[in-house]
């Protein structure tokens, strides 16, 4: 089973930039699918970057172009880099991997259960708090 850890997460001011690493082990986490995830209070958990074994990404809209999600193969880390923060981002932040597929399935992802079942590994979370 794959253990996932975050780290990275705090305070940022609107507009500033924050980055976000996720340690998967014991398996190399450029084998297989990986995504990031995050719930916001009140709010059901959604999909918001995702990464392939080969390193073709999907984003959702609300995050397109103000992040990225990037691997470093050799030392087994996730890292979601945060630019151009809004309020609106803060919210609990997950990485998951799903370790039976080398292919993520594209975002957006339904909200719920449907559009989490694809992974099965999460990490704790990390919490992100975007003042205004």
């Known amino acids: 089973q794959v253990q996932l850890m975050e780290s990275g997460g705090g305070s940022a001011q609107s507009g500033g930039s924050l980055r976000l690493s996720c340690t998967a082990s014991p398996y190399t986490s450029s084998s297989y699918c990986m995504g990031w995830f995050r719930q916001a209070p009140g709010k059901e958990r959604e999909g918001i970057a995702t990464?392939?074994?080969?390193?073709?990404?999907t984003y959702a809209d609300s995050v397109k172009g103000r992040f990225t999600i990037s691997r470093d193969n050799n030392k087994n880390i996730l890292y979601l880099q945060m630019d151009s923060l809004k309020p609106e981002a803060t919210a609990m932040y997950y990485c998951?991997?799903?370790?039976?597929?080398?292919?993520?399935?594209?975002?957006?992802?339904?909200?719920?259960?449907?559009?989490?079942?694809?992974?099965?590994?999460w990490g704790q979370g990390t919490p992100v708090t975007v003042s205004s």
């Open positions: 998951a991997a799903d370790p039976d597929s080398v292919f993520c399935s594209p975002l957006p992802y339904p909200l719920g259960e449907v559009g989490l079942a694809e992974y099965t590994s």
């Open positions: 990464i392939d074994s080969d390193g073709m990404t």
